[in-house]
């Protein structure tokens, strides 16, 4: 995956140079996906880490969005979500996560597709594999901002400014249920 060129000083390959097994400093980029280190010879890989994204409407179609309360992309727009803990499914994952930030329970649950990501935080860059999915609630009455999720809104999908967007992988998503209309 090409960086984002405004991350291109966070990537791994810049960031990490000592090995994490034996301290050495011959830890090295291959160039692709792996450091290696040649005094221990131990090889560690930069994956995707996996995080869900759920698609919510309301009656109208209009799709709930959360304003981001952290960094990065902290106060832009974002579709519910986050990284999946270690032991979890995506389904459990978005399932929790809904329920973190926006209070809600999800009644069903629908596979949608990925979208890789490109997240900078602390100072290097995640790359995510955004699994997202088509979430339905039924019961919005308990709604409200909480945990990374400072406010809560719907937005008509074909109203949403792109520029408000804070993640890449968010916009595509985005792109994608307009298109789909």
Request: glycine share 8%; proline share 4%; net charge negative.
């Amino acid at each position: 995956m090409e960086v984002c060129p405004e991350y291109a000083n966070f990537h791994p390959s810049k960031t990490f140079q000592f090995c994490p097994f034996c301290g050495a400093k011959s830890f090295k980029w291959d160039g692709e996906k792996s450091h290696k280190c040649s005094a221990c010879g131990k090889r560690l890989y930069t994956n995707e880490s996996a995080a869900t994204v759920a698609l919510i409407t309301n009656s109208k179609g209009e799709l709930l969005f959360v304003r981001r309360k952290f960094d990065p992309a902290k106060g832009m727009l974002d579709l519910p979500g986050g990284f999946v803990d270690l032991g979890e499914t995506g389904e459990r994952a978005i399932i929790r996560e809904v329920k973190e930030e926006l209070n809600l329970e999800v009644d069903e649950l629908q596979f949608c597709g990925s979208f890789p990501n490109q997240y900078l935080f602390g100072g290097i860059i995640y790359f995510t594999l955004d699994l997202t999915f088509i979430c339905k609630v039924n019961d919005f009455t308990l709604l409200r901002a909480a945990d990374d999720a400072e406010e809560c809104l719907f937005i008509a999908p074909e109203k949403v400014n792109l520029d408000e967007i804070g993640l890449g992988s968010i916009k595509e998503i985005v792109k994608q249920v307009v298109k789909s209309k």
